[in-house]
């Protein structure tokens, strides 16, 4: 019985964190200015995201070339 009555609190709690942890890396994080898609600045699973969802698999080269053509490159979009 107890378990059932802090489940909502602890699924509040790890909402809430998750939806923090999105903010930070979106806004607040030092590679935040980067440009690029904004799944691959959510989680550090665009690469295998990429290599599963397209084609054959093992296509995170050419993903990759098409994101610098896309965005330019990284060195490029770093205020130094």
């Given at each position: ?14 909402v ?36 599963t969802?397209?084609?054959e ?24």
């Amino acid at each position: 019985m107890a378990l059932l009555e802090i489940l909502p609190a602890l699924l509040l709690a790890v909402v809430l964190s998750v939806c923090l942890a999105a903010v930070r890396r979106l806004y607040f994080h030092p590679l935040s200015g980067i440009p690029g898609p904004k799944a691959a600045a959510l989680t550090t699973w665009f690469e295998t995201w990429v290599d599963t969802t397209y084609g054959e698999g093992g296509q995170w080269f050419f993903e990759l070339k098409r994101l610098h053509g896309r965005y330019g490159m990284v060195d490029a979009a770093i205020d130094c």
